[in-house]
């Protein structure tokens, strides 16, 4: 009683009245315009929550990484900030450099690109279901709404009433289907673009991350060159 309420009260009673007084078509279009909406805000929910999560996390990753001393020293707190992808992007990187002894700075260059890529991949999961919502959902509601008016005017035409008072009721149903349509699709286009620039920006920011880690990797490289260098002299 009180959600009937509470929905009658934001959406509107008239509109309610409406929806109830559609037809069998235009119920199957509202339901899947429904389904639609409901799968577009969890992802929307979801991807908000992961990537702000990671927002925080990569800016405390990065502040400890560019504090530590050692490589080793940021590999032992690495997992405090996971939800970072530029924790996966570190890992990799320093997993190669240890195999190769630190001789070779292009295979862990390499090994971090395979890492952030797989962090973007991970982001973009489901995404694309927000651009099918959006370029989807308008055709379906107006679908519903052009079989609704030609409903409509059937009925007209078997009535013989050729009045505006005769004809309006049918319409104003069969339009509720293309406002529906429109308000499963603007908030997953507004999302879409949203949640595509920020992982572009996590993308960049691997891509940056990747040449502090290489900046890194050969300055331990200076050291271990300059021992080897005295070990040989001896």
């Not at 009260?9 to 007084?21: A, C, F, N, T």
Request: glycine content about 10%.
């Amino acid at each position: 009683m009180l959600n009937a309420y509470w929905l009658t009260s934001v959406v509107g009673g008239e509109v309610l009245d409406l929806v109830g007084q559609t037809g069998l078509v235009a119920k199957a279009v509202l339901l899947l315009l429904l389904m639609f909406s409901l799968l577009s805000w969890a992802i929307i929910l979801s991807k908000w929550s992961l990537l702000r999560r990671a927002r925080v996390q990569s800016g405390r990753f990065v502040r400890a990484f560019r504090k530590a001393q050692r490589l080793q020293d940021i590999a032992a707190v690495a997992d405090q900030f996971r939800p970072s992808p530029l924790v996966g992007v570190f890992e990799n990187g320093f997993e190669e450099f240890k195999r190769q002894g630190g001789r070779n700075p292009q295979a862990v260059q390499r090994a971090m690109q395979i890492a952030n890529s797989e962090g973007l991949t991970r982001f973009e999961r489901n995404v694309p279901w927000l651009a099918i919502t959006g370029a989807v959902t308008p055709f379906i509601g107006l679908f519903g709404t052009v079989w609704g008016i030609i409903d409509a005017f059937h009925g007209l035409g078997t009535a013989g009433a050729a009045t505006l008072r005769a004809v309006a009721p049918g319409i104003s149903e069969a339009l509720i289907t293309t406002a529906a349509g429109l308000a499963a699709a603007i908030p997953a286009v507004i999302a879409y673009n949203l949640i595509g620039s920020s992982i572009r920006e996590f993308a960049a920011r691997g891509d940056d991350f990747s040449l502090e880690m290489l900046n890194a990797v050969e300055r331990m490289q200076v050291p271990q060159a300059a021992a080897e260098t005295v070990g040989v002299r001896r």
